[in-house]
T-cell receptor, first 115, second 114 residues
Framework: NAGVMQNPRHLVRRRGQEARLRCSPM?????VYWYRQLPEEGLKFMVY????????ESGMPKERFSAEFPKEGPSILRIQQVVRGDSAAYFC?????????????FGSGTRLTVV | AQKVTQAQTEISVVEKEDVTLDCVYE???????LFWYKQPPSGELVFLIR??????QNEISGRYSWNFQKSTSSFNFTITASQVVDSAVYFC???????????FGTGTSLTVIP
């Protein structure tokens, strides 16, 4: 049973480009969460999604960031027109309905570097 | 509001010493969950333990032990006879039954010197 799969593990983008981060939840998990870890800091919540629905996006920056979890396929965190301050590790977690809010499994993260 | 404080930013110990990592949390919810995660230099998050607010029993797992005290809102983590492989950043986290997210502390960077 594969864990939460995130890809790519490392992503380098030039300022102004778009970054797309993918997260495939564990089998049977219908809830996905995205977190951002800035250098030397803890993880900060960004968004919580269920299939085809954004449930809580209270931690998402108001501009340039968006997330989706389509009926088929992985969840995508999209950052448009990246800036140096977007350089961070982005972690995805998933949980089954019954084990919210404690049954999280985290992926290995995507390290985004903006040059 | 929820908050987790890890006051120790960095700790260095010599191999085989014991070390305790402190975690203080704040919440008004009566049902909540506390976690410890290890983040080695490779960057992934390794789950160590989860406790719920109704279970104050301390736990021991090999060289690791956890002391949960509701009276002081603390959930401290002790590594006995530390090893070089314990070198990592350790995060304490909190979630509440009524919420959607984890609240992480800022982490404690542990270096075990051989």
């Amino acid at each position: 049973n594969a864990g939460v799969m995130q890809n790519p593990r490392h992503l380098v983008r030039r300022r102004g480009q778009e970054a797309r981060l993918r997260c495939s939840p564990m089998k049977g998990h219908s809830h996905v969460y995205w977190y951002r870890q800035l250098p030397e800091e803890g993880l900060k919540f960004m968004v919580y999604l269920q299939k085809e629905n954004i449930i809580d996006e209270s931690g998402m920056p108001k501009e340039r960031f968006s997330a989706e979890f389509p009926k088929e396929g992985p969840s995508i965190l999209r950052i448009q027109q990246v800036v140096r301050g977007d350089s961070a590790a982005y972690f995805c977690a998933s949980s089954p309905q019954m084990d919210r809010p404690y049954g999280y499994t985290f992926g290995s993260g995507t390290r985004l570097t903006v040059v | 509001a929820q908050k987790v404080t890890q006051a120790q930013t960095e700790i260095s110990v010599v191999e085989k010493e014991d070390v305790t990592l402190d975690c203080v949390y704040e919440t008004r919810d009566t049902t909540y969950y506390l976690f410890w995660y290890k983040q080695p230099p490779s960057g992934e998050l390794v789950f160590l333990i989860r406790r719920n607010s109704f279970d104050e029993q301390n736990e021991i797992s090999g060289r690791y032990s956890w002391n949960f005290q509701k009276s002081t809102s603390s959930f401290n983590f002790t590594i006995t006879a530390s090893q070089v492989v314990d070198s990592a950043v350790y995060f304490c986290a909190l979630s509440v039954a009524t919420g959607n997210q984890f609240y992480f502390g800022t982490g404690t960077s542990l270096t075990v010197i051989p």
